[in-house]
Every structure is written in structure tokens, then in C-alpha cells.
């Protein structure tokens, strides 16, 4: 079978993740945008909210039928005494889409709920890293085509990644399967350069990341497989997706993201980009079990058990150092 290009979905993708980085951004920049608490007390902002519904309404002009997977819905903003949030998240859409109307963007919003397996869907995750955004930290935009349950591309903005090569800040990462993964300035989207994992292969040499939030991935879990394979150096804790742009442009080599509670799914919005980036980056991604993160099963990453993210040299290396401190 001739091969499919995806050269329309990837411009779309990386485009539909800049212009949300923009609202983030912005609303970032202004004090007190208001925070809600969601029913699982995780918090969800304007931003989370605009960045949805914008990304929401291109795909479905863009791509009319596809339906969308996204982390967000809008029941919290139809409450009559969060008008005011509302308010505020129109005017910021309105920033990008000046004739947005209150019932527009709620629909636009509810585009993305969507949450069964479909032969071609998108997934979104509208800002990864709520709390990192909150704190002013990493965060990301996270954008993924799901084809036959494959990723095949892939966006992930990280609007506050900086680089030891330049002033620049904020970094847009993508990957189509089979094409390589890129990365370019949010500031010029289209100078995508070629991004490829670490070729370390000394494990003790290794750098590796993992979540700010000690509920979201075990510290001394972590802390003990780092001292089986002999590094020293702390890990180096940072919100979101942008863990898995870090390993795909090799300035670390390990994400571990393991389990807290034994209860605990994994959503495909929280990896399908990332985990595409650093594959296409020459980069290997399974679960703790080292088994491949399978998302063909809907919203949700049933089959699968925490995350082991690699430059691909350590994988196997890593995968039975985590097996082996597996309680
Ligand atoms: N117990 C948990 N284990 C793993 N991930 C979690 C847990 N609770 C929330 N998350 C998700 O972790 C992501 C942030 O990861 P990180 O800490 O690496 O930045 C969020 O998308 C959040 O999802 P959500 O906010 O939808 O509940
Ligand atoms: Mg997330
Ligand atoms: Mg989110
Ligand atoms: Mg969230």
C-alpha cells in the first residue's frame, strides 16, 4: 500500500497549536484568570478552555466529520454562576476569533468530547500541565492524529521551553510516523529543524525527568531505579508533555512517569503527542511492563500502566531496572 501523506494534517496541527499557544499565553500574562476545581479537584483555567475551544473549531472547518478526543467539555461553564469564566474565555477566543459568539464557543468546546475508538480521530489536550501553567511553569499544547489507533502525527507546543542555543522561549515539537521528529521556534513555526534523542548508552550517565507532582508519578519509586542504574545526578522534575520534548531533542534520556495508585489510567491526550516526538526522534515509549502504549482503545490507555520514555539505546536497560523494583 502506497504510502499516506499527512503534509495537510501536520501544517493544520502545528498551526491549530500555535494559535492556542497564543490565548495560553496571554492569559498567562494577565492576573487573576479564574481557576475552577473539576469534579477528580484538578484545576481547569480560561485557558484550558480557550485553547479547546479554538483548537476544536479549526479541526472541525479543517476536517469536517473527524471526531475529537479532548480533555475538556463545557458543563462547568453553562453554570449560571460561572457566567463571569465564560465571559472571559469568549473575550480571550475573541482575541483570535473576533465574531465568536457565548454559544459558539461552548459548541465548539463540546466538539471535543468524543471519547470511543474511531478508524480516524484527533486527540487534544488543550494545556497539559495545569498546574505547571498555574505556576508559570512548563505546560504544553498537545495535538495528535489517531489513524487505525496509531499516532501518525503529531503537535506539542511547549509555550515556556527555553534552550541552551538561544534567548528563545517557547518551542512547537512534531512528527509525522515514519517522517522524523521536528522542532521550531513558536515565534516561526514553518523552520522546523531535525530533533533526534541522545546516543548515550551508558545508563549511569543518564539524565532523566519526571512530573513536578509527586501524586502523578512516584519520586522514590524513581529515586531507587535511579540509584540501581547508577546515576547520580537529580532528576530534573518539569510539568507535562515537555518531559517528552526533552528526551526527543536529547537533553535528557529517561522519562519515568510510574504509577502512584494501583487505580490510576492514563490518558492517550497526555502521550499521544510526546510519545510520537520522541519515537520519530529515534526515541523508544512503552509502559512500566515495557509493553508498546496501546491507543486504539478510546480516550483511555486501558491496556497500559505508567509510562517509560527512553532515548532508545537505555530502553531495555531501564524497562528491567523498573521491573525489578516493582513492588
Ligand atoms: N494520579 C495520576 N497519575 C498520573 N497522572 C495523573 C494523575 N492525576 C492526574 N494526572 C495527569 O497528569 C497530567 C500532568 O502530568 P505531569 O504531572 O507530568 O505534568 C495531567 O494531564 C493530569 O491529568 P488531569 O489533569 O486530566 O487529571
Ligand atoms: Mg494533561
Ligand atoms: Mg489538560
Ligand atoms: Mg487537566
Redesign the pocket.
Known sequence: MPHRSYSEELRFAIDAVVEASKICRHIQSTEGFAELS?NDK???TVA?FGSQAVVCKAIQEAFPGDPIIA??DSAALRLPDQISVLERVVKEVKTIIPAASSDEVLSWIDQGVSRDAAPRTWTL?P??G?KGFLRKEQYAVALALLVDGQVQVAALACPNLDTAESDEVGFVFSAVRGEGAFVAPISNPNDRQPISTSDCTVASQARFCESVESGHSDHSWSSDIANALGISRDSVRLDSQAKYAVVGRGEAEIYLRLPTKPGYIEKIWDHAAGCLVIEEAGGKVTDIHGYPLDFSKGALLAENQGVIATNGTLHDEVVAAVKKFNN
Do not use: A, G, L, R
Open positions: 473539576k484538578s484545576p481547569v484550558d480533555e475538556e489536550d494545556i497539559d495545569t
